[in-house]
């Protein structure tokens, strides 16, 4: 026999033999699973040939044989049936003696040999409500009490979800926002095992804004046994800044000469700041007056926000000239604000662009310039595609007083003029 013959032999047998591995498999479906206590699970071992007998092997070692028809230990078959090689086991209630490998042992008819499949399930246990753990600001007063911090502070929280079964998943969120950034990898398998529950904790690093006063940092814990339900623990931010600056002035227009003005600002602070208007050389407190100028109460407006208005009673245009400006002050700052009173309309605001944007309509404009520019003086100069159109131009077909290029005026050494085919007119004799 040849090298080929051997060659096909040998393909031959590793079919034969693939085909043979192939029958005596035992393929299990599912391979993993996860079912809450009361759940109902299918789970189906199959060979490709008939089978002599069907036995499942449970997590507390307990036995089962199983044919159609007969329900055992809660459980009762469930397949095609044995002569199609299937051995399935349907629970109808799964409990928690079931959770762990279960094993389905097939003995086919052909040869009396046992073939074992194996699968695990997990029989979920719910796990423990989740705890937040968060660290001291440089803004608390002690360990045991209220946290609160300062702008640009680190806060360094935890996150711990026990006793789960399998292991919860922790997600974090900024009111309502995801947060993403600030997070190691996500912890997936158990820090300590207790009869196979699991617990899981997981740190969130974050540089605090002013931004982030009274946000609800929210740790939530996902779990099979939840469904749709997730549970979360919540702690309220409180970040303490000094009043925000601004950085152009603040305008009131559309104000009417011998009516009551009228302006409101709004100061961005934690705590909340203590409020002075200096009009020239007066000063006005929050909730008291000068004349015709008055400074209401100091209001909240919502999380470090604080308004102050002031009135000013029969405006006139000399109060329109006058210098208006808010001062802020708290613990950790002093803010002043410039204030334009007008009785002119507001001007039409101008699309506000970045400087980048700006950049980008320049160079663009500046490009078209220098390609229409290009354009006018290529086709002046006869350039570029505008050179190809004036060939076309001048190679034209010859004309009435236009000399033909075909002949050749150097045949001759006489060069013979139109002035010299011209004959002159003889004169004619005049009687005497």
């Known amino acids: 026999m040849g090298a080929g013959g051997r060659f096909i032999v040998w393909l031959l047998f590793l079919q034969l033999t693939q085909d043979a591995l192939a029958a005596s498999e035992v393929r299990v479906t599912p391979k993993n699973a996860v079912v809450n206590p009361g759940d109902e699970i299918s789970i189906s071992c199959k060979v490709n040939s008939a089978l002599e007998n069907c036995q499942f092997r449970f997590a507390d070692a307990s036995e ?5 028809g007969r329900l055992t230990q809660g459980v009762e078959y469930f397949g095609q049936g044995l002569e199609a090689g299937e051995c399935g086991a349907f629970i109808k209630r799964v409990e928690k003696k079931h959770h762990g490998d279960i094993s389905c042992s097939l003995t086919r008819e052909s040869d009396g040999i046992g073939r074992v499949g194996t699968m695990h399930l997990i029989v979920a246990i719910p796990p423990e409500p989740p705890t937040l753990r968060v660290s001291v600001g440089t803004g608390s007063g002690t360990e045991t009490g209220p946290r609160v911090y300062k702008e640009k502070d680190q806060l360094i929280a935890t996150c711990t979800v026990k006793n789960g079964r399998p292991a919860a998943n922790i997600s974090w969120f900024l009111g309502d926002e ?5 997070l190691p990898m996500a912890v997936e398998t158990c820090m300590q095992q207790d009869n196979g529950l699991c617990t899981i904790q997981q740190n969130l690093t974050r540089i605090l804004q002013a931004a982030d006063h009274k946000k ?9 046994s939840f469904k749709d339900r ?3 623990t919540t702690f309220e931010i409180s970040v303490t800044y000094p009043p925000r600056k601004k950085s152009e002035p603040i305008h009131f227009f559309n104000l009417v000469e011998g009516a009551l003005g009228e302006a409101k600002v709004t100061v961005e602070a934690n705590p909340q700041p203590q409020i002075t208007w200096a009009i020239g050389g007066d000063h006005i407190y929050e909730n008291s007056n000068n004349g015709r100028f008055s400074v209401k109460r100091t209001e909240p407006k919502g999380p470090g926000q604080y308004e102050t208005v002031l009135l000013i009673d029969d405006l006139t245009k000399e109060d329109t000239m006058k210098e208006y400006k808010v001062t802020a ?10 204030i334009i009173l007008s009785t002119s309309e507001e001007p039409p605001k101008v699309l506000e662009m970045g400087a980048d944007i700006i950049i980008i309509i320049i160079v663009t404009i500046g490009l078209l310039i220098v390609v229409i520019g290009g354009v006018f003086y290529a086709r002046a100069k006869g350039k570029l595609c505008f050179a190809a159109r004036d060939a076309e131009k001048r190679v034209t077909s010859p004309s009435e007083g236009t000399e033909n290029p075909a002949v050749n005026h150097h045949a001759s050494t006489e060069y013979i003029s139109n002035s010299d085919l011209k004959k002159e007119k003889p004169k004619e004799d005049t009687p005497v």
């Open 64 to 68: 089962i044989s199983l044919k159609k």
């Open 178 to 182: 995801p947060v993403t950034e600030g």
């Open 216 to 224: 609800q940092l929210k740790c939530v814990s996902s779990h099979h």
């Open 230 to 232: 997730p549970q979360e």
């Open 329 to 338: 002050h708290n613990d950790l700052g002093e803010t002043e604000y410039t």
